[in-house]
């Protein structure tokens, strides 16, 4: 375990150089989080849902708005569009961290003496797991955090905040986030340990948001609509999708073959 805080560290303080990475750390997150509540703000003030009621809102979305008045119901209608930002954020960010981590340690020459140390593989992959995951999940929880004080102060209620703090959005940030971001961490060291170029490890890792955004514009649609049990059937497919891609990225990441085809 000593081993891997010495991998992560060291992680931190080579990849937080890169003015890219730090933009996705620190900027990503107040955009995510800022642009909900401006919607709140701007769109889901009381003039604006006076005369809303569950009614109104697709049947598919009006189980959710159970025990809310009508201008609640519309409010959180609105906020709920964008839970899946929240859970974009531990995909995102760890993709762009660990993409860089290998690749652009072989640009700066620091790959080979890693590599030459004791250290094993699982002990310097899950370092730099730690290290993309970790920043990833604290901006994740502290971004919701704002947002939820956020949706209580501008709503000047507790219902609506009740509502982003119930066990589904709970679940979603503090369980499937993580998970989410082990996925992400998984799929962008295998494409980072088979390029060559950091530019396009991170293009590249950046196609793993593509499903849940998917999932978002379909959401905005009225296609779906996320629920509990929706929520639980993703934590399940991506906890098993977690431990097939962890596997696979020890298995494909050969220390020998690296040195050979990048000397």
């Known amino acids: 375990m000593r081993k891997i805080w010495v991998i992560a560290r060291k ?3 080579e990849v937080f150089k890169n003015r ?7 900027f990503m997150p107040l955009i995510m989080t800022a642009l909900p509540l401006i919607i709140l703000y701007t769109m889901g003030s009381s003039a604006e849902m006076a005369g809303f009621s569950a009614a109104d809102m697709p049947a598919s979305f009006a189980d959710l708005c159970e025990g809310l008045n009508g201008e609640t119901c519309g409010q959180y209608f609105l906020v ?6 929240f859970m974009l954020m531990p995909l995102v960010i760890p993709a762009t961290f660990a993409s860089y981590s290998i690749v652009g340690e072989k640009t700066t020459r620091t790959l080979e003496p ?6 094993t593989t699982l002990e310097l992959l899950a370092g730099k ?4 995951a970790l920043p990833a999940i604290g901006a994740t929880w502290l971004g919701f955090s704002i947002f939820s004080v956020g949706v209580a102060i501008l709503t000047e ?3 609506l905040f009740r509502q982003v703090t119930a066990p589904l959005w709970l679940f979603a940030i503090v369980v499937v986030g ?3 971001a082990v996925a992400a961490v998984s799929i962008a060291i295998m494409v980072s340990s088979r390029a060559n170029d950091p530019r396009v490890a991170e293009q590249i890792s950046m196609l793993v948001i593509l499903p849940l955004l998917g999932l978002f514009f379909a959401q905005i649609t009225g296609l779906i609509f996320i629920n509990e049990t929706m929520i639980l059937w993703m934590a399940i497919g991506v906890t098993v999708l977690d431990i097939g891609l962890l596997a696979f990225a020890t298995q494909l990441f050969q220390r020998e073959a690296i040195l050979t085809r990048w000397k």
């Open 11 to 13: 992680e931190w303080a």
């Open 20 to 26: 890219f990475v730090l933009f996705t750390v620190a």
């Open 80 to 85: 709920s569009q964008f839970m899946l930002l």
């Open 114 to 119: 890693v590599l030459a140390t004791p250290v």
């Open 129 to 132: 797991a730690v290290a993309a």
């Open 157 to 159: 209620g507790a219902a």
């Open 178 to 180: 993580p998970l989410l």
